[in-house]
């Protein structure tokens, strides 16, 4: 069985999306390819080999020779005789998804970094990149319920793109940014407005549980290309809020990955929530704004990195 499509080939690539799935409680590393989601960690167990990454984050840490080998392991398995190699196949239809990025070592998100959006909210163009954080607690999985908190009535979406960190990173010129991107993936950063605004700092409203969802997969940034040149939108039960494309960034992901790692040092596994465009529930008129509730389903989809579907749920 081949598992490669014909760009890929010719590329010198094999599997380009990473997936952290659960199974039988175990969380597993996952690739996707032509016939379904190669279970990596079953195929280790029953076929070891040295070298091959058992995690999303030794895949991340190890760059781009960790790639290639687990590339080439997943290709030995798939071709193997009499189509035993099937046998780690799993439907994605059938997986309960982990977050993409299981063990971030930071969470590091960008305030009003698309024009139009930070017009639509009345705020100034900012001069440097608005810097905020998540925790690990704000975690969520593709096809997660999130719950909504107990402690807010006003509930927002915010469709992102998720910068990935494949080398450690310090003082980092903007010309060579890009190299220290291991890949790339979908975000919501979900936003409970009035904790946000309560005070100065965002925080508060910014780190509920469940409130930055990552999926469905990881891409890797060859297969990604120009991350300032990407198609994303939100929809709320089907209804499309927000459409825009990356190419609106203030500060684009170059640039945000250079100024950060002048004021801290990034690690294999750190993610970047590089803002939201235009769209979001705040900004609309007051009288118009319905906040999300119970029930209702958000996808935020991203050019080439998939789509990433939460239900919220009633406050636990």
Request: hydrophobic residues 40%.
């Amino acid at each position: 069985m081949n598992a490669l499509n014909d760009e890929q080939q010719e590329r010198g690539y094999f599997f380009m999306k990473l997936i952290a799935f659960f199974e039988e409680g175990q969380e597993k590393l996952g690739v996707k390819t032509n016939g379904g989601v190669f279970d990596v960690t079953g195929a280790l167990a029953a076929q070891p080999a040295d070298g091959v990454p058992k995690t999303v984050h030794e895949a991340i840490a190890g760059g781009g020779e960790a790639v290639r080998t687990l590339a080439a392991y997943a290709e030995r398995v798939l071709s193997g005789t009499g189509g035993t190699g099937t046998a780690f196949l799993r439907n994605e239809d059938s997986l309960v998804f982990a977050p993409c990025v299981p063990n971030p070592g930071k969470i590091i998100c960008v305030g009003l970094n698309y024009r139009k959006h930070a017009e639509e909210t009345g705020a100034p163009i900012p001069a440097y990149p608005v810097l905020f954080s998540k925790f690990s607690n704000a975690l969520a999985a593709h096809r997660q319920d999130v719950p909504l908190p107990k402690a807010s009535s006003m509930v927002d979406y915010e469709v992102e793109l998720a910068v990935v960190i494949g080398r450690k990173a310090k003082d980092v010129p903007k010309e060579k940014a890009l190299e220290y991107v291991f890949g790339y993936c979908a975000a919501n950063d979900l936003s409970a407005r009035d904790l946000q605004t309560r005070t100065s700092q965002w925080l508060l409203g910014k780190t509920c549980d469940g409130f930055c969802p990552l999926g469905p997969y990881l891409v890797t940034a060859d297969e990604a290309g120009d991350p300032n040149r990407l198609e994303l939108k939100c929809s709320v039960n089907g209804e499309v809020r927000q459409h825009s494309n990356t190419s609106d960034m203030i500060f684009p992901c170059d640039e945000l990955v250079s100024y950060i790692s002048r004021h801290m040092t990034l690690m294999p596994g750190d993610v970047i929530l590089t803002g939201t465009p235009e769209g979001v529930i705040l900004g609309y008129p007051e009288e118009k704004r319905v906040w999300l509730k119970p029930g209702d389903v958000v996808t935020v989809e991203i050019e080439k990195l998939g789509a990433l579907t939460n239900r919220l749920a009633a406050p636990e």
